[in-house]
């Protein structure tokens, strides 16, 4: 693999279930982040991780939870999911977090999740 | 709050230049980037701005104005496979990234 692979492309899902959502990268990146995509707003940011070990809450986290075990890895679960959830989930990585200067993001493919 | 606006939607023919615009109120800034996303697919990095001006990378360039809170994508010599999303970004005061929701730009033959 080059980059990041997510997994599944695609998943419908009943309300009330759980679902994990994967993202794994070999760029070595340090800082890894959850975004969603909905028609009509702007990427927005669901949960971050600095580096392996430490997460952050993004502007939208509530119903959802991330782990950061190593490097590579920075899976999203949907503890319980809504209808609201459905949506595009990408997955990104980047050398650093924060700092100034372009810390450019490299973007999974998308997870797509329709909760009914 | 923040906001970052830009046109829904354009529409451009092929070989021809368009301007896509960005304007920005955030808390702070420390930089703007544009990336460019195809329908069904991933955001990819197109340019980076942190000071007034112009850059240029082949046939598109990014200009900035931070005065304005302003910013645009300019595209020329036009070709089919530009026809996508183009998302603009601001990195505010706290280094986060606050994302438009992006102008879909459809080319015409």
């Known amino acids: 693999i080059a980059g990041i692979t997510q997994a599944p492309t695609s998943q419908i899902l009943a309300a009330g279930r759980r679902m994990t959502l994967r993202c794994t990268q070999d760029?070595?990146?340090?800082?890894m982040y959850w975004y969603r995509q909905d028609l009509g707003l702007g990427l927005r940011l669901i949960h971050y991780?600095?580096?392996?070990?430490?997460?952050g809450k993004g502007e939208v986290p509530d119903g959802y939870s991330v782990s950061r075990a190593n490097t590579d890895d920075f899976p999203l679960t949907l503890a319980s999911a809504v209808p609201s959830q459905t949506s595009v989930y990408f997955c990104?990585?980047?050398?650093?977090?924060?700092?100034?200067?372009?810390?450019?993001?490299?973007f999974g493919a998308g997870s797509r999740l329709t909760v009914l | 709050g923040q906001n970052i606006d830009q046109p829904t939607e354009m529409t451009a023919t092929e070989g021809a230049i368009v301007q896509i615009n960005c304007t920005y109120q955030?808390?702070?800034?420390?930089?703007l980037f544009w990336y460019q996303q195809h329908a069904g697919e991933a955001p990819t990095f197109l340019s980076y701005?942190?000071l007034d001006g112009l850059e240029e990378k082949g046939r598109f360039s990014s200009f900035l104005s931070r005065s304005k809170g302003y910013s645009y994508l300019l595209l020329k010599e036009l070709q089919m496979k530009d026809s996508a999303s183009y998302l603009c970004?601001?990195?505010?005061?706290?280094?986060?990234?606050?994302w438009g929701a992006g102008t879909k730009l459809i080319i015409k033959p």
């Open positions: 990104a990585s980047s050398d650093s977090l924060t700092g100034f200067g372009a810390n450019v993001l490299t």
């Open positions: 760029m070595r990146h340090n800082a």
């Open positions: 991780s600095n580096t392996a070990g430490t997460t």
């Open positions: 955030t808390s702070g800034f420390n930089g």
């Open positions: 701005n942190v």
């Open positions: 970004a601001v990195k505010d005061s706290n280094y986060q990234l606050i």
